[in-house]
C-alpha cells in the first residue's frame, strides 16, 4: 500500500538524502535508516497539508527550473513552520540553486538547516545536511570541534562518524574525468600550435628580410640564413601540434 498523500511505494526506511554530490553520497552512507515515513513527502512526519507540496515539489523538481521546487518547498514550510524536514529540503533545493552559479544561497541553505536542527536536534538528516554545507563552505573544522564538545551525546557520536567519513573522501586522491583530461590536452595542443606558428611566420618573415638585405655580409640564401632553423623548429612544432590537438578531439591520445 502506498502513501495515502503521494500514492509513493511504501518505504524500505529510508528518506531521500538532502545533500547532493560525491560529499552527499559519503555524508548518506555514513547515516544510519532515519524515521519511517515517506520517501518522497514526509508523510506522516509533516501534516498532510506540507507533505503534499513537498509531493508537488518532487514532481517539479523532474521538469521545473530550481526557482520553482523552491516556492513550492517555501509554501510547505509556511503549511507546517514547525516540522523539520520542509525545511531540510528548502536547504537542500537552496543548495541546487548555489551549484548554479549562486554560492550565496548556501547562506540560506544554512540558515534552513539551522532551524531544522532547533526543531529536532536528534534527527540524523539533519545533522547529515549540516555536515555536508559545512564541508562546502570550509566550516567543517568548526562543525567537528562543536560536535567534539558534546561527544557524549549519541546525534553528536553519529555526527563525528559522519564527518570522518567526508574527511576521508576529501583526502582521497581525486581521478580527473577521462573527458576533461581531453579536453584540456586538446585546447593546450592547439593553443601550442598557433604560438608555434605565429613564430614560425615571424621568424620566416625575419629570413626574409635579411636574405633580401643588400648589406648583409654573410650567406645571402634562405637557407643560410641564421633565423632559417628556428623557422623550421616552429614550424614543426606548429603542425605536431594541430595534429595531436586533432587526435585529442576524436578522443584517440
Not at 495515502?4 to 531521500?16: F, H, L, N, Q, R
Not at 524536514?85 to 548554479?100: G, I
Given at each position: 500500500m502506498g502513501c495515502?498523500?503521494?500514492?509513493?511505494?511504501?518505504?524500505?526506511?529510508?528518506?531521500?538524502?538532502?545533500?547532493?554530490?560525491?560529499?552527499?553520497?559519503?555524508?548518506a552512507s555514513a547515516v544510519p535508516p532515519p524515521i519511517s515515513s515517506c520517501p518522497r513527502c514526509g508523510y506522516p512526519a509533516v501534516k498532510e497539508e506540507a507533505a503534499r507540496m513537498l509531493a508537488e515539489a518532487a514532481a517539479l523538481a523532474a521538469k521545473a527550473p530550481v526557482d520553482a521546487v523552491i516556492r513550492r518547498i517555501q509554501q510547505a514550510v509556511k503549511a507546517d513552520p514547525d516540522s523539520w524536514l520542509p525545511r531540510l529540503r528548502l536547504a537542500s533545493a537552496y543548495q541546487r540553486k548555489a551549484e548554479e552559479g549562486q554560492p550565496a544561497l548556501l547562506r540560506l541553505a544554512q540558515k534552513e538547516v539551522t532551524e531544522a536542527l532547533r526543531l529536532a536536534p536528534g534527527e540524523r538528516e539533519v545533522h547529515a545536511a549540516r555536515i555536508g554545507i559545512a564541508a562546502k563552505t570550509g566550516a567543517l573544522a568548526l562543525v567537528r570541534a562543536e560536535y567534539e564538545s558534546r561527544k557524549d551525546d549519541p546525534p553528536a557520536q553519529e555526527a563525528l562518524r559522519m564527518i570522518a567519513a567526508v574527511e576521508k573522501s576529501a583526502s582521497a586522491p581525486q581521478e580527473v574525468p577521462s573527458g576533461l583530461a581531453k579536453t584540456v590536452r586538446f585546447r593546450?595542443?592547439?593553443?601550442?600550435?598557433?604560438?608555434?606558428?605565429?613564430?614560425?611566420?615571424?621568424?620566416?618573415?625575419?629570413?626574409?628580410?635579411?636574405?633580401?638585405?643588400?648589406g648583409n655580409s654573410g650567406d645571402s640564401t634562405v637557407m643560410g640564413s641564421s633565423d632559417f632553423p628556428f623557422a623550421v623548429i616552429f614550424v614543426t612544432a606548429a603542425v605536431v601540434m594541430g595534429l595531436e590537438a586533432k587526435r585529442s578531439r576524436k578522443?584517440?591520445?
Amino acid at each position: 500500500m502506498g502513501c495515502k498523500v503521494c500514492g509513493a511505494p511504501e518505504s524500505t526506511g529510508a528518506m531521500e538524502t538532502p545533500e547532493a554530490g560525491a560529499i552527499g553520497e559519503t555524508v548518506a552512507s555514513a547515516v544510519p535508516p532515519p524515521i519511517s515515513s515517506c520517501p518522497r513527502c514526509g508523510y506522516p512526519a509533516v501534516k498532510e497539508e506540507a507533505a503534499r507540496m513537498l509531493a508537488e515539489a518532487a514532481a517539479l523538481a523532474a521538469k521545473a527550473p530550481v526557482d520553482a521546487v523552491i516556492r513550492r518547498i517555501q509554501q510547505a514550510v509556511k503549511a507546517d513552520p514547525d516540522s523539520w524536514l520542509p525545511r531540510l529540503r528548502l536547504a537542500s533545493a537552496y543548495q541546487r540553486k548555489a551549484e548554479e552559479g549562486q554560492p550565496a544561497l548556501l547562506r540560506l541553505a544554512q540558515k534552513e538547516v539551522t532551524e531544522a536542527l532547533r526543531l529536532a536536534p536528534g534527527e540524523r538528516e539533519v545533522h547529515a545536511a549540516r555536515i555536508g554545507i559545512a564541508a562546502k563552505t570550509g566550516a567543517l573544522a568548526l562543525v567537528r570541534a562543536e560536535y567534539e564538545s558534546r561527544k557524549d551525546d549519541p546525534p553528536a557520536q553519529e555526527a563525528l562518524r559522519m564527518i570522518a567519513a567526508v574527511e576521508k573522501s576529501a583526502s582521497a586522491p581525486q581521478e580527473v574525468p577521462s573527458g576533461l583530461a581531453k579536453t584540456v590536452r586538446f585546447r593546450l595542443m592547439l593553443a601550442g600550435s598557433v604560438v608555434s606558428g605565429l613564430l614560425g611566420i615571424g621568424e620566416t618573415v625575419m629570413m626574409v628580410m635579411s636574405t633580401g638585405n643588400p648589406g648583409n655580409s654573410g650567406d645571402s640564401t634562405v637557407m643560410g640564413s641564421s633565423d632559417f632553423p628556428f623557422a623550421v623548429i616552429f614550424v614543426t612544432a606548429a603542425v605536431v601540434m594541430g595534429l595531436e590537438a586533432k587526435r585529442s578531439r576524436k578522443g584517440k591520445a
